[in-house]
């Protein structure tokens, strides 16, 4: 039988996490949010995560990807014996309910990507660096969201029923990046709030909790790429055994706090358009 696209990434990624990597994690120096050669458009959702954790499993130097008839279409070539990275693709289908309605349906289908620089031959590609965003841009973002953030004790967290965000103050932290980390994951769960991103959390299911928190850590590995900055490790290892036992129980799992890390990372971005 045919192994379900759903059951076939999330089993990859059980497999990355009891190896002991971390899949939101990119595998490079700093964080890079892997990009569509041909298109320059970068990947999300659970698409980031499995390119993510190919990259880290086979040793892969770069973050960019393309289809194998894009390849060809460049001039070059899939490597013999290699392999895709599967990805979702979503596919909308217009339906005719009578003459003049037309009802838009979505199905998702399973498509390969090959690592341009370890797997394509016959291109030659610009291996320009990232450009990354200053830390100054984060930081007006942030207050440009109008969340309310204390700097007051030795917690991390976000209120829910105050609306705030305590934070231990930057000197506390070993380094600038686990203090950006920290900010940024509450900062996701912070998006909870209705009029916001609307996510209710049952804070007596575990299953709930795992499945925010799991939210959080993803929504801030995406919010900080644009700004170079890479997770810390440390700040995951408490959940891991969690999210193992969830993904195991329910394959739609990591697909659901994918969509929902997006939708918050997506609702900070907005206030980018603000003044």
């Not at 379900?4 to 059980?14: A, G, L, P, S, V």
């Not at 030795?154 to 103050?169: G, L, Q, T, V």
Request: charged share 25%; glycine share 6%.
């Amino acid at each position: 039988m045919k192994q379900d696209y759903r059951e076939k990434i999330t089993n990859q990624i059980i497999a990355a996490m009891e190896a002991g990597q971390i899949p939101w994690i990119s595998p490079f120096e700093k964080q890079l949010i892997p990009m569509n050669y041909l298109t320059k458009r970068p990947y999300n959702g659970v698409n980031l995560l499995s390119l993510w954790v190919t990259a880290m499993k086979y040793g892969y130097t770069g973050n960019y990807w393309i289809g194998f008839r894009q390849a060809n279409q460049l001039g070059g070539k899939v490597r013999k014996g290699e392999r895709g990275t599967p990805i979702t693709i979503c596919c909308p289908i217009k339906q005719k309910d009578d003459e003049e309605d037309k009802q838009i349906r979505n199905y998702y289908k399973t498509d390969y990507v090959f690592n341009v620089y370890s797997q394509i031959e016959g291109i030659d590609f610009d291996t320009e660096p990232p450009k990354y965003k200053p830390i100054k841009e984060l930081e007006t973002l942030i207050k440009k969201t109008g969340i309310k953030i204390r700097h007051q004790g030795e917690r991390a967290y976000y209120s829910p029923k105050d609306d705030f965000i305590n934070i231990p103050f930057k000197s506390k932290f070993k380094t600038q990046t686990a203090y950006y980390q920290t900010l940024a994951h509450e900062l996701i769960h912070s998006t909870m709030k209705p009029g916001r991103c609307n996510r209710h959390v049952d804070v007596s299911s575990c299953r709930a909790r795992a499945l925010e928190e799991l939210t959080a850590e993803i929504g801030a590995a995406y919010f900080l790429a644009e700004y170079g900055i890479k997770a810390d490790l440390q700040n995951t290892a408490a959940y891991v055994q969690s999210w193992i036992k969830e993904l195991k129980n329910d394959k739609n799992f990591i697909f659901k706090a994918s969509k929902d890390a997006k939708e918050a990372v997506s609702f900070i971005a907005t206030f980018n358009a603000k003044t």
